[in-house]
């Protein structure tokens, strides 16, 4: 049974820092992985990615803010957050794909349950 996992998120004050992970169990095969976000009212939105050995990774920041990085003996991802600022407030989602990182949310396959992270003063 295929599961992804979040944890870490909550509340920070703007310019804080954050570290979400992403536990994934029942893979078959090599996955890329994805992190998206949602604010309300707002479409899902490519936050980073990064492939299955770890060596590439893409992000939808300019700014170099998030790192994305990922543990393949312990089979978890993380998304490290920093000056985050309001407009960071969403759930945030990791995904997994089993093909290649892309910003399209529909190519991915599996999906976990989300984790709130709040920016406010």
């Known amino acids: 049974q295929v599961q992804l996992v979040e944890s870490g998120g909550g509340s920070v004050q703007p310019g804080g820092s954050l570290r979400l992970s992403c536990a994934v169990s029942?893979?078959?095969?090599?996955?890329?992985m994805g992190w998206f976000r949602q604010a309300p009212g707002k479409d899902r939105e490519f936050v980073a990615g990064?492939?299955?050995?770890?060596?590439?990774t893409r992000y939808a920041d300019s700014e170099g803010r998030f790192t994305v990085s990922r543990d393949n003996v312990q089979n978890t991802v993380s998304l490290e957050m920093n000056r985050l600022t309001p407009e960071d407030t969403a759930v945030y989602y990791c995904?997994?794909?089993?093909?290649?990182?892309?910003?399209?949310?529909?190519?991915?396959?599996?999906w976990g349950q989300g984790a709130q992270v709040t920016v406010s003063s």
């Open positions: 995904a997994a794909n089993l093909g290649f990182v892309t910003t399209n949310p529909q190519a991915y396959d599996y």
């Open positions: 029942g893979f078959p095969d090599y996955y890329a």
């Open positions: 990064i492939t299955p050995s770890g060596a590439n």
